[in-house]
């Protein structure tokens, strides 16, 4: 028999359960209150006609993206076009995650290779600008909009861990050689914090664009933010009902229908899937796939022949690491086949948060490398029927 908590003990214990109710309640309200304005931009990106055969992907080169000086571990990748089939990549790098010294930096591709690295933001830099200390700098996220401006997104802590992060959006209208700070966010009923980014924006017919976003305070759940055009926010809806999932990778399907593959944070340990079929405003859950993932951010993008591809970290049997980053392939966006191992080790090793941008009939793929470096893999994509 379980012994009764002491009166302090068990008060505690209420008021955390009330917080908690309260915290969950609000959440709720507000994400009906933002969905409902989401259904207004809830057009999917303008979607190729698909064409008929098989996809073939051929690797071009593989390289790893130049290191600023004395930064011995990097993370968490993002990858933003540019014009005339340039890229920039955005990561964080330092002495070690969450460390003080810890910057976001970025490098332009440009003639088939990566040129040297600048340094867009620290601690000090998001400070300045946002009004109140930063603690902490996390994930990158980039896009471009119709005008060639930059938007960054930066997680950004004041007091407290990851749990207590805000989303920081900056502009660059100079390629990404500088940003001005636009805004903190507005995304959560918890003060604003609590939300982070990871997975890549989705664009939309109207030239504004969905940014991945995702809850982390006890519960974890998926969210998509919308933005008109002009980078200013629309509506935020949440992914589904599970309260064990995050870093959502968006894909359009059709004007209508959306997938949404994420990180899984329970034991299952396996892809989730969620699905919309009202153009992102509200979504159901979908049985998780059959694909392991160590508990890490996965990336997707669709082909024009159809088939959707996905980056993910593969686990043997008795493997619980992140050692073999997997590309897999799936015409239904449920069954999956794996294509590569992009990058495979032994235990201890890491190859893990990737993205992929697609240029042209080139496929880009980068990801962490041993928490030391960032790899780039490219490759040719091709469809026909004899392939």
């Given amino acids: 028999m379980e012994r009764p908590l002491p009166p302090r003990a068990a008060a505690r214990s209420r008021t955390v359960l009330a917080c908690l109710t309260v915290v969950l309640a609000i959440g709720a309200a507000e994400s009906a209150r933002w969905t409902r304005s989401a259904r207004a931009a809830a057009a999917p990106s303008t979607l190729p006609a698909v064409v008929p055969g098989r996809v073939s992907l051929t690797e071009l080169s593989r390289s ?78 980039a896009w471009t909009d119709r005008h060639g401006r930059i938007h960054l997104y930066v997680v950004a802590t004041g007091l407290g861990g990851w749990a207590a992060s805000r989303v920081a959006h900056m502009v660059s209208s100079d390629e990404g050689t500088s940003f001005q700070m636009k805004r903190v966010l507005p995304m959560s009923p918890m003060f604003n914090t609590s939300v982070l980014v990871r997975t890549n924006a989705v664009g939309l017919v109207d030239g504004g664009w969905w940014l991945p976003v995702y809850f982390e305070l006890g519960i974890k759940y998926p969210m998509l ?110 069954t999956w086949r794996p294509v590569a191992d992009v990058a495979r080790g032994g235990a201890g090793d890491e190859f893990s948060y990737p993205t992929m941008q697609q240029v042209g009939n080139e496929l880009h793929v980068t990801y962490t490398f041993q928490r030391q470096a960032i790899a780039h893999h490219r490759y040719r994509i091709s469809i026909g029927e004899n392939i």
């Fill in 225 to 334: 933010m919308a933005f008109g055009p002009d980078g200013e926010p629309t509506g935020l809806a949440r992914i589904g009902a599970r309260t064990t999932t995050l870093q959502p990778a968006i894909v359009p399907v059709s004007r209508l229908e959306v997938r949404a593959w994420m990180r899984d944070a329970s034991d299952q340990r396996r892809v989730q899937h969620a699905r919309s079929r009202d153009g992102g405003a509200s979504w159901e859950d979908l049985p998780p796939l059959a694909l392991n993932n160590e508990s890490t951010s996965v990336a997707a993008l669709r082909l024009a022949n159809g088939d959707f591809l996905m980056l993910h970290n593969h686990m043997g049997n008795k493997d619980s690491s992140r050692s073999t980053l997997r590309l897999s392939l799936s015409k239904d966006g449920q």
């Fill in 64 to 141: 790893m993206i130049p290191m600023p000086r004395n930064t011995p571990s990097a993370h968490a990748s993002a990858l933003a076009t540019l014009p005339g089939d340039r890229m920039v990549t955005f990561w964080w790098a330092g002495s070690r995650e969450s460390g003080p010294d810890v910057k976001v930096y970025a490098s332009q591709w440009h003639n088939g290779k990566w040129g040297e690295p600048w340094e867009v933001a620290s601690r000090d830099s998001l400070g300045k600008a946002l009004g109140f200390g930063v603690r902490r700098i996390g994930n990158p996220v």
